[in-house]
């Protein structure tokens, strides 16, 4: 079965420190690839996503990820984080169409920056 | 207005009770989600709309979970005879057809 790792169940950065959030994927051809953001009380904002082409994308708010196929992974980096970062971020794949209802969602890494 | 809205965004209720949720996705999008957060977890997939075809309910945890989409409008999601485990968020999300999905702030439902 399709299955996404989140290795990290929570971070703790200082501000102004580089990050990388991790996410592994199982499944046997190339999926879509999501992150997603959740601040407290809020629903999931898209923060970037992988359909195909270029392996290293550009989303908002500075975040960026790579896809690598040979390690199946999706990692999430920023050069700098901001206080504003601290949320919980999802990664999601899609095996079967970018709008696909079959997201599988990681179960999140928690981001807290120290001040 | 421009997002998902979700209604209420809090509901508290008694075991037994039966309680409704409600949908109303970006305008336009054919496409509508719904999926359960329990605490400290990640999505679960409940149930998925497509313009008038029939749903995959696929998801649904027990025949106690049912929703309904009129068109590609609001569609609510009802869950009869509340249980404690049934405590959790309910997250709305629409999207065009193959597109990413946009989602609500969700409803967060406890179970007394």
């Known amino acids: 079965a399709q299955s996404v790792t989140q290795p990290d169940i929570h971070i703790t950065v200082s501000e102004g420190a580089s990050l990388e959030l991790r996410c592994n994927y199982s499944y046997g051809a190339t999926p879509y690839l999501f992150w997603y953001v959740q601040s407290p009380g809020q629903g999931l904002q898209l923060l970037l996503k992988y359909f195909s082409g270029d392996t290293l994308v550009q989303g908002i708010k500075g975040f960026e990820a790579e896809f690598k196929r040979s390690q199946s992974s999706f990692n999430l980096r920023k050069p700098s984080v901001h206080w504003s970062d601290a949320a919980e971020y999802f990664c999601?794949?899609?095996?079967?169409?970018?709008?696909?209802?079959?997201?599988?969602f990681g179960k999140g890494t928690k981001l807290s920056v120290i001040p | 207005g421009a997002g998902v809205s979700q209604s209420p965004s809090n509901k508290v209720t008694e075991k037994g009770k039966d309680v409704e949720l409600r949908c109303d996705p970006i305008s336009g999008h054919t496409a509508l989600y719904w999926y359960r957060q329990r605490l400290g977890q990640g999505l679960e997939f409940l149930i998925y709309?497509?313009?008038?075809?029939?749903?995959?309910k696929s998801g649904l945890p027990s025949d106690r979970f049912s929703a309904e989409r009129t068109g590609e409008s609001v569609s609510t999601l009802t869950i009869q005879r509340t249980q404690q485990e049934d405590s959790a968020v309910y997250l709305c999300a629409s999207s065009d057809y193959d597109q990413p999905q946009h989602f609500g702030d969700g409803t967060r439902l406890s179970i007394l």
């Open positions: 709309f497509q313009g008038n075809s029939a749903p995959d």
């Open positions: 999601a794949v899609a095996f079967s169409g970018a709008g696909s209802y079959q997201l599988t």
